[in-house]
């Protein structure tokens, strides 16, 4: 089971954010990837392995952790960033996902 | 690499959900693999399973007994079949291509099928 905290967080644009996300045993190889999904629209790939930062995404947002702790940090939130972002687990079968965090706008 | 759910948007209750993706950009016989994901506002996102090219296939426990995964190399598409649904399986449908225990990289736009009489 993935757990991301908090539900939501109101913030404001230019401000750094830290999301978390954690797991109920150790993700294996730190298979461990992060989507941002904005509504209407299907999950977008921004991190994988962990750390490594998918195509085309920029280097605004990082990934971090290892065994049962991750984190994403967006370090200067866009406009576009308001969105809902969720782990997601594939070091073993099933492949499961947290509940999401939701960036709102303060 | 773009990925298309077609399919009936409404089922009825026990009846069988059935959807195909349709893969451009990629080959469906590529070392990928192939997966479907359902999204419903109160469990999240949820993966379903997989498929490779040879048909194999990987299901989630929770769904395993019901689901029907396969690919049809020559239209370069996969499928999924969801029999003895109910209003729990009313979600957002989305295929995706993943590598072997690897991260989702291509989503399809997803599709809402609802179940209902």
């Known amino acids: 089971v993935l757990t991301q905290s908090p539900g939501t967080l109101s913030l404001s644009p230019g401000e750094r954010v830290t999301l978390s996300c954690r797991a109920s045993q150790s993700v294996s190889s730190n298979y461990l990837a992060w989507y941002q999904q904005k509504p209407g629209q299907a999950p977008r790939l921004l991190i994988y392995?962990?750390?490594f930062r998918a195509t085309g995404i920029p280097d605004r947002f990082s990934g971090s952790g290892s065994g049962t702790d991750f984190t994403l940090t967006i370090s200067r939130l866009e406009p576009e960033d308001f969105a809902v972002y969720s782990c997601?687990?594939?070091?073993?079968?099933?492949?499961?996902f947290g509940q999401g965090t939701k960036l709102e706008i303060k | 690499v773009q990925l298309q759910e077609s399919g009936p948007g409404l089922v009825k209750p026990s009846g069988t959900l059935s959807l195909t993706c349709t893969v451009s950009?990629?080959?469906?016989?590529?070392?990928?693999?192939w997966s479907w994901i359902r999204q419903t506002p109160g469990k999240g996102l949820e993966w379903i399973g997989e498929i490779y090219h040879s048909g194999s296939t990987n299901d989630s426990p929770s769904l395993k007994s019901r689901v029907t995964l396969s690919v049809d190399k020559f239209k370069n598409q996969f499928s999924l079949k969801l029999s003895s649904v109910t209003a729990a399986d009313t979600a957002v449908y989305f295929c995706?291509?993943?590598?072997?225990?690897?991260?989702?990289?291509?989503w399809g736009q997803g599709t809402l099928v609802s179940v209902s009489s």
């Open positions: 392995g962990a750390s």
């Open positions: 950009g990629d080959s469906i016989s590529s070392s990928n693999w």
């Open positions: 995706a291509r993943n590598l072997w225990f690897g991260f989702f990289d291509y």
């Open positions: 997601q687990q594939y070091g073993s079968s099933p492949y499961t």
